[in-house]
């Protein structure tokens, strides 16, 4: 069970139809929900089922460019954190994943982050995404 609030990731490369996929061999339902107003063209909200609750998601292709955001809205989900669900998905993708460093507090170093590689290697990098 995840103790974050939330879990995000971004994957280098990653069609939404794939982060679909990955996302299906996790959970037991996964349903394409009606985007809202506003919300940008490459994002894509989800509905997900874990353990009977429905939680909220979105797949944001090209969100910073050449990487795909996952972002999963519930404390309650299969991984502890952003770092252990970013190695499920390098693993199970065979792509790279990154996550912030931090915990998105004000006084955090925005753009330190944790590089995570297919073969379960991890370092930490510094990127710029704005």
Known sequence: MSN???IEIYIQELSTD???AWLESIFSEVKVAQKKKGMPKKAQPLTINWQG???PAVVFEDVVPG???IWLDSPSLPWSD???CASAAAQFLDLTVRVT???WQQDDNGDAW???L???STHEISWKTD
């Open 101 to 103: 460093a931090g915990s």
């Open 114 to 116: 944790i590089e995570v």
């Open 67 to 69: 990487f795909t955001s």
């Open 4 to 6: 974050a609030p939330d």
């Open 118 to 120: 297919p073969n379960g």
């Open 82 to 84: 952003d770092r252990e």
């Open 53 to 55: 609750a429905t939680i």
């Open 18 to 20: 794939r982060a679909i």
